[in-house]
Each structure stands twice: as structure tokens, then as C-alpha cells.
């Protein structure tokens, strides 16, 4: 069973990709670099390893990012349809993501008028997750 997220413990990490993944390319990019500058000898093997490397640390860094502008997408379309079923109108479109993203996690009850504090009082994302009283959890979210 999943603990009760609230806002102490609600960002979370993906294992394989924060812990592998992700620091496995920074160092073959790390190492293959210290290879091809410290090395006067360096081969064309050593080229075409920091080529690969840096390549492959670019897609892994690319795919996080796509993936986070996904979700920041359905996050908006989510929220948006949530407000316009709960108020009658669309989200203000001077909203910023974080701010949106950090709404989600505000029950029905206090998301219309949380939007309209946000936006009217500029509250940061950190801001609007201290705000919110009855936590409204998101597990999807990495």
C-alpha cells in the first residue's frame, strides 16, 4: 500500500532512471572526455567515444524532458477541464505551468479559489502546495 502523500513526501524519483541511467551516461561522457583531453595521443577511437557518449547523454537527458512536457500537458488539460466543470470557465491563461501543476493537488472544494489566490497573489508553486489543506494526491507524476 502506498503511504498518504502529502506536501513532505510528494516529489518522487525514478529509480532506474535517476540512479542508473541518468549517471551511468554522465560518467561514460565524464570518462570517455577525460580520455579524449588528457591523452595526447588521442586515436579516432577516443573521438568517436565522446561522440557516442555525448550522444547518448543528450537522448537521455531529451527523453526526461519530453516526457516531463507530456505530463505538464495533461497536466494542464486536466486541470483546466477540472475548473471548467467546477466554475463554469476555463483556467486564466496568465497562470504559469508550475503554478498549475502545483494546483493539482488541491481537492475540488478548495481549487477554484486557490487558482484565483495564485494568480491574483503571483504564489509560487511551493506556495500554493503549503496552502492546500486536504491533499489531493497524484502518484502518477515522476
Partial sequence: MKPIQNFSNHSRLH???HYFIAPLAIGGLVASGWMLFCNPNSSWQSILL???SLTLTSTVALLRVYALKVQDRVIRSEENFRHFRLT???LNQQLRMSQIIALRFAPDDEFPALAARAL???LTAKQIKEA???WRPDYWRI
Fill in 132 to 134: 492546500i489543506v486536504n
Fill in 120 to 122: 491574483n497573489e503571483k
Fill in 15 to 17: 529509480p532506474t532512471y
Fill in 88 to 90: 463554469g470557465a476555463v
Fill in 50 to 52: 565522446f561522440v557516442i
